[in-house]
T-cell receptor, first 111, second 116 residues
Framework: DGGITQSPKYLFRKEGQNVTLSCEQN?????MYWYRQDPGQGLRLIYY???????QKGDIAEGYSVSREKKESFPLTVTSAQKNPTAFYLC??????????FGPGTRLTVL | AQKVTQAQTEISVVEKEDVTLDCVYE???????LFWYKQPPSGELVFLIR??????QNEISGRYSWNFQKSTSSFNFTITASQVVDSAVYFC?????????????FGPGTRLSVLP
């Protein structure tokens, strides 16, 4: 089955720690995206990548970093510089001008 | 600049009522794409429909229907005979052809509660 997987589903982080959220897709999509969603709010774009080895900042990139070494993978690192990282993180992929497909999300909580 | 407005923050209906979710968009592009997504309590966004700017034909899929009107820049979503399982947050989104990549803009969402 083709799709997008995100791991872990729940993640707890101590203040000052970096954590990496995984996103993998086997849909052969070129573009991949990371969004942040706070409770009761909409989606905000963190980073996106249109091709391997290239990525662009979205609206709220500060405190986050990404890499795109493989077409299938687009991991997101939440660094200690991110002041309020507790949120729901969604990864998506897209082929051309078609719809975005989303993964199940990762809920990050800072303790 | 592109923008999507969903003026209804929350809607509550009783089961079997019909409900319409409004979506108004702004774009300077002549070719663009509109989408609706459903986000149930589990959190994952589920794709519902995609509509191209050059295709104004309305669409019906079971209890769901969509009304696309370029003259008013609206892409409204109607659920007929609503069910409790329809309770979710619904997002409208816009994508411009000339701004591929960063251009997937979501509206703020409408939270629909269907009461038994």
């Amino acid at each position: 089955d083709g799709g997008i997987t995100q791991s872990p589903k729940y993640l707890f982080r101590k203040e000052g720690q970096n954590v990496t959220l995984s996103c993998e897709q086997n849909l052969n999509h070129d573009a991949m995206y990371w969004y942040r969603q706070d409770p009761g709010q909409g989606l905000r774009l963190i980073y996106y990548s249109q091709i391997v080895n290239d990525f662009q900042k979205g609206d709220i990139a500060e405190g986050y970093s990404v890499s795109r070494e493989k077409k299938e993978s687009f991991p997101l690192t939440v660094t200690s510089a991110q002041k309020n990282p507790t949120a729901f993180y969604l990864c998506a992929s897209r082929l051309g001008y078609n719809e975005q497909f989303f993964g199940p999300g990762t809920r990050l909580t800072v303790l | 600049a592109q923008k999507v407005t969903q003026a209804q923050t929350e809607i509550s209906v009783v089961e079997k009522e019909d409900v319409t979710l409004d979506c108004v968009y702004e774009t300077r592009d002549t070719t663009y794409y509109l989408f609706w997504y459903k986000q149930p309590p589990s959190g994952e966004l589920v794709f519902l429909i995609r509509r191209n700017s050059f295709d104004e034909q309305n669409e019906i899929s079971g209890r769901y229907s969509w009304n696309f009107q370029k003259s008013t820049s609206s892409f409204n979503f109607t659920i007929t005979a609503s069910q409790v399982v329809d309770s979710a947050v619904y997002f409208c989104a816009l994508s411009e052809r000339d701004n591929y990549g960063q251009n997937f803009v979501f509206g703020p969402g409408t939270r629909l509660s269907v009461l038994p």
